[in-house]
Structure formats: structure tokens, C-alpha cells
């Protein structure tokens, strides 16, 4: 799990990321993201109950998005904010290294990297 000081908080930052940051919408994914006024990369993931009614399935997939962008892109400093939008249950069943490369690709498409 993400340290807090590495998770977005609030709904008005919700709100104002979703409204004036980018979008890149990926197969069962998306990525909201703009650029962070501290250094600091800060991450969260929306798995809504019309995704998945069951809340094991819900707070699996958002384990499973943290931890990518943990081991992944925290140690970078990116210096940005990331929303990751999960819209499909399948991301459950589907294997750690296929999930990383689709997050990957997201991250790539909006040129973070």
C-alpha cells in the first residue's frame, strides 16, 4: 500500500483533477492525471460498486493498482497526480505482469515517463 503522504485526499482535489486534468482511457483502465505542485507523485484508484458489487473484488483490484505504481513509479519522482479509473471486474483474473503493462502503457500514452 501506498503511504499516505503518497495518496490523494479530498474530494475537491478529486473533483478539480478529474475536471481539468488529462485522460487517457485504456481497455478496462483510465488515467486521469495533471502535473503536481510538490515533486511528489500521489496516486488513487476508483473501483466503483457498478464495477464490482462485491467490496473483496474492489479492494482487491485497488491493492493490486497501488502496488504496481509503488514498486513501479514511486522510487522516479514522477511529480505528478494520478487517478486510476478501474471499469471492469476482469482486472481481478488477469496476471500481475498483463496488469503492469496496461498501466504501463497508460503512463507511456500520456508521456509521463
Known amino acids: 500500500m501506498l503511504a499516505s503522504i503518497n495518496r490523494i485526499h479530498g474530494r475537491g482535489v478529486f473533483k478539480k483533477l478529474l475536471r481539468e486534468g488529462k485522460m487517457i482511457r485504456g481497455e478496462q483502465i483510465s488515467l486521469n492525471y495533471s502535473k503536481s505542485r510538490s515533486n511528489r507523485l500521489k496516486s488513487a484508484v476508483v473501483v ?3 464495477t464490482s458489487k462485491s467490496a473483496v473484488k474492489r479492494n482487491r ?3 493490486r493498482v497501488y ?3 509503488r514498486k513501479e513509479y514511486l522510487p522516479k519522482n514522477l511529480g505528478y497526480n494520478l487517478i486510476f479509473l ?3 471486474e476482469d482486472i481481478v483474473n488477469i496476471p500481475h505482469e498483463e496488469l ?3 498501466i504501463d502503457s497508460l503512463i507511456k500514452k ?3 515517463l
Open 110 to 112: 500520456a508521456n509521463i
Open 48 to 50: 466503483s460498486k457498478k
Open 100 to 102: 503492469v503493462r496496461r
Open 61 to 63: 483490484i485497488r491493492r
Open 86 to 88: 478501474v471499469f471492469s
Open 67 to 69: 502496488e504496481i505504481v
